[in-house]
């Protein structure tokens, strides 16, 4: 998958896993569309009946967003919590100034994960985020070593 550098962008998982971003890119084409996260039946990730799952969910935050990128985080932390089969959720900020932050959350299931992301308020949480905060999002499930 072949995505244009981003200036401005909101990610999203492609139909492949993939993080996909949308906005306009340097020289000001479009940059390649993330489905929304309303439709998560386009999925693969969240079609897959597995759990208990881990969202990870890498966010690249301009060092001038980031007090605004937190609180609105908080709201959907907040919300998210309150949805049925939340297990639970840590926020990760990456040292030496870095501008990225990971949140770490555990849901018993996708299907529960695809509810919470499809449900109407949680879309509007989303879109309330910066078009230059950049999220990588992926679901894992545990596996023995």
Do not use: C
């Not at 000001?28 to 569309?33: C, L, R, V």
């Not at 959720?89 to 932050?101: E, F, N, P, R, Y």
């Amino acid at each position: 998958m072949s995505v244009a550098r981003p200036s401005t962008a909101v990610a999203g998982l492609s139909a492949a896993g993939q993080p996909t971003t949308r906005g306009s890119t340097e020289n000001g084409q479009a940059a390649e569309s993330r489905p929304e996260y309303a439709d998560v039946r386009a999925v693969p990730q969240f079609k897959e009946k597995t759990g208990p799952i881990v969202l990870a969910n890498t966010f690249v935050v301009p060092k001038e967003r980031t007090e605004a990128f937190l609180a609105l985080f908080r709201r959907q932390a907040e919300f998210m919590k309150a949805q049925p089969g939340f297990v639970s959720l840590q926020m990760h900020k990456g040292t030496a100034d870095s501008q990225l932050l990971m949140n770490v959350a555990v849901w018993e299931s996708t299907e529960a994960l695809a509810t919470a992301f499809g449900s109407p308020e949680f879309q509007r949480m989303a879109a309330e985020f910066s078009d230059d905060i950049v999220s990588y999002p992926h679901i894992f499930e545990q596996i023995n070593v």
